[in-house]
């Protein structure tokens, strides 16, 4: 009942600033303008330099954390001993608990020192190496989650594959990772969200330039970023500039939302059921 109350009311909150704010902002403007420049002169509010920078985030951790992530809980359900299991888990487990902004001074004093010795020409903010650290923050999440999936997985069915004559790679191939598969769409969309909502980690080494690039060399904002720089106190309350982040936050309410109800019937149209 609170969370309702709570969403309910932050819906509430949304909409009356957002269109306050679309009155003075035409709204094609705010949707398909390539500059983001609401706090300098001349004044620009298209937002799809923010919305870039973060889907730019976004693809770069994924390319990282999905495949590692999934290889991982193959290993750790299909492959590893009990003992390695019951010493690797609790590590997955405490590197999902570790605040981001740790993640984010990482990639700031480790990650892109790193990268340059490799990259000359990388820019100190940039989006490589906070989709890395991104990527590597969502890895346990996409590997206990997926591991969870495949455990529970009846083990008739493995028994049943190795009857047939399959090797151990075709039973996880075939049969084991298909039968999970509605949990594996769930930890990839879970981890995405958490990808798409991260704030402190691509604050502190994205940077803070509205850059609509596909580059991941250069510096980019996304739009939580923008609403961290916004919401520091140095901006008046009340004016369009204030209200610009609770346009971004309701477009990024939007995406969150719309990749829920994908998820949801993704889910339904994989789902297993076993008695």
């Known amino acids: 009942m609170i969370s309702v109350v709570t969403t309910i009311s932050i819906i509430f909150v949304l909409v009356k600033e957002t269109s306050i704010f679309f009155t003075h902002v035409n709204v094609s403007e705010f949707l398909f303008g390539v500059r983001w420049a609401p706090l300098l002169e001349p004044r620009s509010f298209g937002v799809l330099p923010l919305v870039s920078g973060t889907f730019l985030i976004v693809f770069g951790s994924a390319v990282i954390a999905l495949p590692a992530g ?4 193959i290993y750790l359900s299909e492959y590893a001993s009990e003992r390695t299991r019951s010493a690797v888990k609790p590590v997955l487990e405490t590197l999902a608990g570790i605040p981001t902004v740790v993640y984010g001074y990482i990639a700031l004093t480790f990650i892109t020192p790193m990268l340059s010795s490799v990259i000359p020409h990388l820019k100190v903010f940039n989006a490589a190496s906070a989709s890395i650290v991104v990527g590597i923050m969502i890895l346990p999440m996409i590997a206990s989650l997926c591991d969870n999936a495949m455990r529970a997985v009846p083990d008739s069915l493995r028994h049943g594959g190795y009857a047939l004559g399959a090797t151990h790679f075709e039973v996880t191939a075939k049969i084991i990772v298909p039968a999970a598969l509605s949990g594996i769409m769930a930890s990839f969309v879970l981890a995405l969200s958490r990808a798409i909502g991260e704030t402190m980690i691509v604050t502190l080494a994205a940077g803070a330039t509205p850059n609509l690039t596909l580059s991941f060399m250069e510096s980019i904002q996304t739009m939580t970023a923008y609403i961290v720089q916004v919401s520091l106190g140095d901006t008046p309350a009340g004016g369009v500039e204030y ?16 990749m829920n109800v994908a998820a949801n019937r993704i889910l339904r149209k994989f789902q297993e059921m076993y008695d």
């Open 70 to 73: 999934l290889a991982t809980a």
């Open 243 to 258: 209200q610009t982040i609770f346009a971004v936050a309701s477009l990024l309410f939007l995406i969150t939302f719309c």
